[in-house]
């Protein structure tokens, strides 16, 4: 979206040096890096930026009123219900199709948030990475005025805070099996805390711990990267400690706000980056255009269960009782806006909030950035494609 950006990228690149871009970023930790990693970074230039900006900071409007929790309550199953929980979710994420409107202007369009944490340490290894084998202008940047060094100190100030670091950890169900897997490695380097898998947890008496070369170490502050779905899918899963278990522990990040800001929340929103939407018990008749809707499962995580080109034949497999879980979303228009060797992709962006305990509101630090040629952002439209997957968004100051 900087065309001058775009032709100085595009003149450096080569497949060999995206070769040896891609053997970088594995080598670093000794991980082979299990999802495609797109071939480019997207350049967003102050124009767009301004757009984006002031649609997050109207989604944030929404999140930060003092009856929001109130207003999600029943977005939370009871019997998922988390002990403890705080004032507010500490990690925020908002997915932006880039769309066009009117007279080709481009529009950003809400496409997801969460409460969840996203993959804040490795899109700090992936824009140093394309920094270092690419000359990129100097007046781009990926962490919102912030270095690496200063990024960092906030996230180890939220995660962290004033405990020792292996009193911490990553929580996860088998997290070096995960796709996720270099993000906690890339955590643990900066900040410390070991990625930990939820079965190996031990509780006695309200407390936890986790084994270090064979010593039980305890766990007084847990990043979570469990996602409930996942979680209740796994019957073959043996475990000690159950997340709905009273115990004295701290969380950062805790997990019912994965279902208060979700999904769930999107029908709840009034601002014009976000298209119409709406829970799909409250139809009494269908939508004369339903090939014009997106029908989405509320909880599943990843685009799971959700189907582009619905028909109503979907929506009757659904018995009524279960209907409160979906909501029918309007189909956005991706615009193709990033210039590759054979044409132009798609693109949607996803900005990064921390929002720690003591700030009024969530604070914007970094970004990622997915490519398409499908219909959808999702692995399974983008199958054998190039210049498609995760990315980082390069900003213009």
């Not at 705080?86 to 950003?108: I, Q, W």
């Not at 340490?121 to 060094?149: A, C, I, M, V, W």
């Not at 010593?215 to 019957?235: C, G, K, M, S």
Request: some cysteine; proline content about 5%.
């Amino acid at each position: 979206m900087i065309e001058s950006a775009r032709q100085i990228f595009n003149q450096q690149f080569t497949e060999n040096k995206y070769s040896d871009f891609l053997a970088d970023l594995d080598r670093e930790f000794n991980y082979k890096i299990t999802f495609r990693v797109a071939e480019t970074p997207v350049f967003v230039g102050k124009e767009f930026k301004k757009k984006l900006f002031k649609a997050a900071d109207e989604i944030v409007d929404f999140v930060v009123q003092p009856d929001f929790k109130n207003k999600m309550i029943g977005a939370l199953p009871e019997a998922l219900r988390v002990p403890n929980e705080d004032a507010h979710t500490m990690f925020l994420a908002l997915d932006f199709a880039v769309c066009t409107e009117g007279n080709n202007e481009l529009v950003p369009h809400l496409i997801e948030m969460q409460g969840f944490p996203s993959l804040f340490g490795y899109q700090d290894l992936l824009g140093n990475k394309f920094r270092q084998h690419y000359k990129l202008p100097p007046n781009l940047e990926f962490h919102f005025g912030e270095t690496s060094e200063s990024y960092w100190k906030q996230l180890n100030k939220a995660i962290v805070k004033n405990h020792n670091p292996e009193n911490v950890i990553i929580l996860e169900i088998d997290p070096l099996k995960q796709n996720t897997a270099i993000d906690f490695l890339v955590t643990q380097h900066h900040l410390g805390i070991q990625p930990v898998h939820l079965g190996d947890v031990i509780i006695r008496n309200r407390k936890l711990f986790y084994k270090k070369d064979r010593i039980e170490v305890p766990i007084y502050r847990i990043y979570n990267r469990v996602i409930f779905d996942e979680l209740l899918a796994r019957q073959d899963l043996k475990t000690d400690f159950h997340l709905t278990e009273e115990v004295d522990v701290e969380w950062a990040g805790h997990p019912n706000w994965f279902y208060y800001i979700s999904k769930y929340t999107m029908p709840f929103l009034t601002c014009d980056a976000v298209p119409e939407c709406k829970f799909l018990h409250e139809y009494s008749t269908l939508p004369s255009d339903l090939d014009q809707y997106v029908l989405k499962p509320l909880f599943s995580f990843s685009g799971s269960g959700v189907i582009f080109n619905v028909s109503e034949k979907d929506i009757l497999m659904i018995p009524q009782g279960e209907r409160k879980n979906y909501m029918l979303q309007r189909k956005v228009h991706y615009q193709p806006i990033v210039q590759a060797p054979d044409g132009l992709v798609k693109t949607e962006i996803r900005l990064l909030f921390l929002w720690n305990e003591s700030d009024e509101r969530p604070k914007l630090i970094t970004n990622l950035a997915r490519l398409s040629r499908g219909d959808m952002i999702g692995v399974k439209y983008n199958k054998d494609k190039t210049w498609v997957g995760g990315t980082v968004g390069f900003f213009e100051k």
